[in-house]
C-alpha cells in the first residue's frame, strides 16, 4: 500500500531557531517525487519543496531544506531561522503517476515568539 | 503566469440540496485537474481528476461527480447532498507527473 506517515501531529519553535519535521513513506516504486505543501489558516495549500527520488543531493529552498533518504524512505523538512509566518500545517506528499499523489495527515507547527 | 480559481471560497447547504463548485485555470493548456477533499485533521483524499475535457477518473465512489466542460473549468457536483460532504475542498491542476500541483484557495462546505 502507499502511505505516508507524518509521525508528529504538533510541533513548535522558538522563533529564529530551527526544526524539523518528520515523514515517512511506503512505496515499491523506484521513480517519484516528493513535496512538502504548507497550508497556513487561510488554507491555500503552497508549495514548500519538492525533491525527485532520483536525486541524491537534498533539495534546498531559502531557508527549508529536506533529508532525503531512499533507502529508509524518509524526507524530513528542515525550517531555519524560523518566522512568525511559517505558522501554519505542513503536509508531505509523494505522486507517483499523473493520479498517485499520496499525502500525510500534517504536522501543525507553531512558532513561539 | 498560472492562476487557479476557486469558487465559492464558503458554501451553506441543507441536507438534500445540490451542489456546484467551480474551479478555472488560467494560463496554461491542457492542464491535469484534480478535487480533493480534506476532512477536519486530515490529510487530502483525492476525489477525481482529468487529463483532458470530458475525461474524468473517479478515485472514491461516493455521493459527488466531476465534470470537465472545458479545457480549464473543472466541476464538482452533486444532486443531494449528505452530512458527510461537509469539508474543505481543494481543486489543483499541473502539468504532468514531474510537476507539483497548485491548488486553489479551497472551497469550505458545510451541510446541515
Known amino acids: 500500500a502507499q502511505t505516508v506517515t507524518q509521525s508528529q501531529p504538533e510541533m513548535s519553535v522558538q522563533e529564529a531557531e530551527t526544526v524539523t519535521l518528520s515523514c515517512t513513506y511506503d512505496t515499491s516504486e523506484s521513480d517519484y517525487y516528493l513535496f512538502w505543501y504548507k497550508q497556513p489558516p487561510s488554507r491555500q495549500m503552497i508549495l514548500v519543496i519538492r525533491?525527485?527520488?532520483?536525486?541524491?543531493q537534498n533539495a534546498t529552498e531559502n531557508r527549508f531544506s529536506v533529508n532525503f533518504q531512499k533507502a529508509a524512505k524518509s524526507f524530513s523538512l528542515k525550517i531555519s531561522d524560523s518566522q512568525l509566518g511559517d505558522a501554519a500545517m505542513y503536509f508531505c506528499?509523494?505522486?507517483?503517476?499523473?493520479?498517485?499523489?499520496?499525502f500525510g495527515t500534517g504536522t501543525s507547527l507553531t512558532v513561539i515568539p | 503566469s498560472q492562476t487557479i480559481h476557486q469558487w465559492p471560497a464558503t458554501l451553506v447547504q441543507p441536507v438534500g440540496s445540490p451542489l456546484s463548485l467551480e474551479c478555472t485555470v488560467e494560463?496554461?493548456?491542457?492542464?491535469?485537474l484534480y478535487w480533493y477533499r480534506q476532512a477536519a485533521g486530515r490529510g487530502l483524499q483525492l476525489l477525481f481528476y482529468?487529463?483532458?475535457?470530458?475525461?474524468i477518473s473517479s478515485e472514491v465512489p461516493q455521493n459527488l461527480s466531476a465534470s470537465r466542460p472545458q479545457d480549464r473549468q473543472f466541476i464538482l457536483s452533486s444532486k443531494k447532498l449528505l452530512l458527510s460532504d461537509s469539508g474543505f475542498y481543494l481543486c489543483?491542476?499541473?502539468?504532468?507527473?514531474?510537476?507539483?500541483?497548485?491548488f486553489g484557495d479551497g472551497t469550505r462546505l458545510s451541510i446541515l
Open positions: 482529468s487529463v483532458g475535457i470530458g475525461q
Open positions: 494560463g496554461t493548456s491542457n492542464p491535469n
Open positions: 506528499a509523494y505522486r507517483i503517476t499523473e493520479n498517485q499523489f499520496y
Open positions: 489543483a491542476w499541473s502539468l504532468n507527473r514531474l510537476q507539483p500541483q497548485h
Open positions: 525533491q525527485e527520488a532520483y536525486k541524491q
